[in-house]
């Protein structure tokens, strides 16, 4: 299970932000322990780094993407992922660019806590708590 994990999750789990930090932590406890496969859009990480640096501090945010960096792989963000960026129908950019990242590095789920923001069918849009209940199913099988 390939996962791109949305902005949103990675910095409910960081900022430790609830209601929706239960979730996020299991998930990227699925992450370190390779029930999933997590992957962080390089776009992605310079959002985390600027707001966990407002927030906490410029080590904390270094240290938590070093972190992150050992237990996830970086999606590539090359032109041609900015080309599909442009050209596909979504309200927000940075949307767009997550969904033309797993796209173009095929990646079969995107997790986000907004899956409003993703008007596609393919890949499947979860939220934390979806993506849980369908790693648990697995495990079990």
């Known amino acids: 299970m390939k996962v791109l994990l949305d902005t949103n999750v990675i910095l409910d789990?960081?900022?430790?932000?609830y209601p929706w930090f239960a979730d996020s932590e299991q998930i990227i406890y699925f992450a370190e322990q390779?029930?999933?496969l997590g992957y962080v859009s390089a776009s992605t990480i310079s959002d985390i780094?600027?707001?966990i640096r407002k927030?906490?501090?410029k080590e904390l945010a270094l240290e938590f993407l070093l972190n992150l960096s050992i237990f996830c792989q970086i999606a590539a963000v090359d032109s041609s992922v900015i080309s599909m960026a442009l050209n596909v129908n979504f309200k927000d950019f940075e949307d767009?660019?997550?969904?033309?990242?797993?796209?173009m590095n095929g990646l079969n789920i995107i997790v986000t806590r907004n899956p409003q923001d993703f008007p596609v069918s393919i890949p499947t849009i979860l939220t934390p708590s979806q993506l849980i209940k369908?790693?648990?199913l697995n495990l079990v099988d």
């Open 13 to 17: 789990f960081a900022l430790e932000r």
């Open 34 to 36: 390779k029930q999933i």
């Open 49 to 51: 780094y600027y707001i």
């Open 55 to 57: 927030s906490k501090s």
């Open 96 to 103: 767009a660019i997550q969904y033309s990242t797993a796209m």
């Open 134 to 136: 369908e790693v648990e």
